[in-house]
């Protein structure tokens, strides 16, 4: 009889769990439009002819938990000139059916359920690819973890690196990998002002705070070796998942159109500068400063401000 009593105390605690599981699952509607506009993509205002969704560059942060259904709605502005589309790397779907392009006007729909924990890189898939992706069609898909046993982070915030080629019009150069400069979340040192006077804006923790950094490589050509000057990982995360866990770092290449996850401490007061190790790269743009002090910004890192515009 006691033995019968705690398989029914064991298999309806069971039972509880399977049911919390369950109802914790959600559906999640993300609407994106793709919109072709002109964007300042320095700290001096040089305008430069974007396809974008959401009308910036990059496109929205989408954020879903593990084992949520994505309702998915894209929409080709009808006053956009080309075909546009979207590859989600955080689903798993049929390339021509879900991926395929659509024309300026035109609203596609698909469903996924986001399987795996991790930062995923989204972009335009129409054709040419490598060009819908230079000209700024891209974005970052944060799935928490269900069960998060990572240390809870006090700030997070979201770097994307891209790399800027001055005629967007011109494939060839593209093709051949002739850049002018890499940058950070669409902007040339746009939280660098040590290297331009003109940034406004960088990145703000408090020392001993742990600060996240969802970072996606979106290309469409060089690798990033990516590093904290004056500061070392304290962990990295591959593709953003738990499971693929390491620790101490002081640099991780993240090649293009992949994606770490990567958390930084400073134990004192004063800057660290976040770089692609590939010195020309950083050297043209792609450095961003995050400044450790006691009177940080408390708005910075949480909310909308994990991506600072």
């Known amino acids: 009889m006691k033995?019968?009593?705690?398989?029914?105390?064991?298999?309806?605690?069971?039972?509880?769990?399977?049911?919390?599981?369950?109802?914790?699952?959600?559906?999640?509607?993300?609407?994106?439009?793709t919109k072709e506009v002109d964007l300042p993509i320095d700290n001096k205002g040089t305008?430069?002819?974007?396809?974008?969704?959401?009308?910036?560059?990059?496109?929205p942060v989408v954020r879903?938990?593990?084992?949520?259904?994505?309702?998915?709605?894209?929409?080709?502005?009808?006053?956009?000139k080309n075909s546009h589309s979207i590859d989600f790397h955080a689903a798993r779907l049929d390339v021509v059916t879900d991926f395929g392009t659509i024309n300026p006007g035109?609203?596609?729909k698909f469903t996924f359920t986001a399987d795996y924990p991790?930062?995923?890189?989204?972009?335009?898939?129409?054709?040419?690819?490598?060009?819908?992706?230079?000209?700024g069609m891209f974005g970052i898909i944060i799935v928490d973890p269900k069960n998060d046993t990572r240390p809870?982070?006090?700030?997070?915030?979201?770097?994307?690196?891209?790399?800027?080629?001055?005629?967007?019009?011109?494939?060839?150069?593209?093709?051949?990998?002739?850049?002018?400069?890499?940058?950070?979340?669409?902007?040339?040192?746009?939280?660098?002002?040590?290297?331009?006077?003109?940034?406004?804006?960088?990145?703000?923790?408090?020392?001993g705070e742990r600060v996240r950094i969802y970072f996606v490589?979106?290309?469409?050509?060089?690798?990033?070796?990516?590093?904290?000057?004056?500061g070392i990982w304290d962990k990295v995360w591959l593709s953003g998942n738990p499971k693929n866990e390491m620790v101490g770092m002081q640099s991780f290449t993240v090649g293009p159109g992949d994606a770490a996850i990567f958390d930084l401490i400073s134990p004192?007061?004063?800057?660290?500068?976040?770089?692609?190790?590939?010195?020309?790269?950083?050297?043209?743009?792609?450095?961003?400063v995050i400044m450790f002090t006691k009177d940080a910004d408390p708005a910075m890192g949480h909310g909308e401000q994990i991506l600072v515009r």
């Open 3 to 33: 033995t019968s009593k705690l398989l029914l105390a064991s298999a309806a605690a069971l039972c509880g769990l399977m049911f919390s599981a369950v109802v914790s699952a959600k559906t999640v509607q993300v609407s994106l439009e």
């Open 47 to 59: 305008m430069y002819k974007a396809w974008t969704f959401g009308g910036t560059i990059p496109g």
């Open 64 to 80: 879903v938990t593990e084992g949520d259904t994505v309702e998915f709605m894209l929409t080709n502005g009808k006053d956009n």
């Open 106 to 108: 035109e609203t596609k």
């Open 118 to 135: 991790g930062a995923f890189f989204y972009h335009c898939g129409a054709d040419p690819m490598m060009q819908h992706i230079a000209r």
């Open 152 to 207: 809870k982070a006090d700030r997070e915030y979201v770097l994307i690196q891209s790399e800027l080629y001055p005629n967007p019009e011109d494939r060839q150069a593209m093709m051949d990998n002739k850049w002018s400069n890499v940058m950070f979340n669409g902007g040339v040192f746009k939280y660098d002002p040590v290297h331009d006077t003109n940034a406004t804006k960088w990145l703000q923790a408090k020392p």
């Open 217 to 230: 490589n979106a290309g469409p050509n060089e690798f990033s070796s990516f590093h904290p000057i004056a």
């Open 268 to 288: 004192k007061e004063g800057a660290n500068a976040i770089v692609t190790h590939s010195l020309r790269a950083a050297l043209t743009g792609a450095i961003a």
